[in-house]
């Protein structure tokens, strides 16, 4: 998409927050416990500070609607400190302390499974086509997805793409692809899957004022699970040329809405169909 799919729009993170508030709750821990940490990161960097806040930033009501949503949960249980938990906390203890930000980044340590970003520079140019290799990801105990071994990872909180260099850039300051797959999950709040789908195609369609159906919703499978899909239009404000859209989603066990998204050039978009829907084909959900 010309900016990232969802710019992590004001109620997209809200969605995440109040999606994180429930699992402390059904995990043992009390929900209020998000806010503090929010409230606290905030404290110590300042809303230009932390990378970490640059992914999760404030939809300007986040205390209220988290404190909102927490009042209506019921902790599951009591998590308590076990020993094991001690016994890693005195680990902690031990060790020299953590770097500061800037350090990080300066660093920029790789993580266990985290490749280094695709080339952003040129976004939308030079991208070459679709490897005939394909490489398997495990994304936590979500799913598995195989994309072609020439595209790179790209994580973000609730969502991963799989990207070409050359793809991925930014667009007045937002993360922006104009080929590849993202795949992650949103918040439904007991829909149908048709609901949900097109509640989420709404959502896109708010944040990109370009995008247009060409159909309707055609049933599909997904993991073996009941799915839909659509095919959108869009113009690239990468690139400024058409690109087409293809959204795939199907239900969680919990019920919250697990979608893919593929995007390519309308010109390209054939030579990428293939890859597409091998790697739609191969999606595992675990959850």
Known sequence: MGTYFLRYSREYEKQADLLGVQLMARAGYNPLDLMHMFQTIEKQGGSGGPQFLSDHPNPGNRETYIKEEASHLRIEGQAGDSRDFARVQDRLRSMSPAPTTSQATRKQTPT???????????????????????????????????????????????????????????????????????????????????????????????????????????????????????????????????????????????????????????????????SFQRVVQSIRLTD
């Open 112 to 274: 266990r499974s985290r490749q280094p970003a695709p080339d952003a520079r040129n976004a939308g140019t030079r991208v070459a086509p679709p490897s005939s290799r394909y490489k398997t990801y495990t994304e936590g105990n979500l799913f598995r997805v195989s994309v072609p071994d020439n595209w790179k990872e790209v994580a973000t909180n609730s969502s991963v793409k799989f990207v070409p260099d050359g793809a991925y850039g930014e667009v007045q300051g937002h993360p922006a692809f104009t080929h590849g797959v993202e795949l992650g999950f949103t918040r439904n709040e007991i829909h149908s899957l048709q609901e949900a789908t097109q509640e989420f195609i709404n959502g896109l369609s708010q944040s990109n004022p370009s995008l247009r159906a060409t159909g309707g919703l055609t049933n599909t499978k997904l993991s073996g699970r009941n799915g839909l899909t659509a095919t959108l239009t869009n113009v690239s404000e990468t690139t400024g040329r058409g690109e087409t859209v293809t959204v795939f989603t199907t239900l969680l066990r919990d019920n919250n809405l697990f979608y893919c998204i593929a995007v390519a050039p309308q010109d390209q978009y054939q030579a990428y169909q293939e």
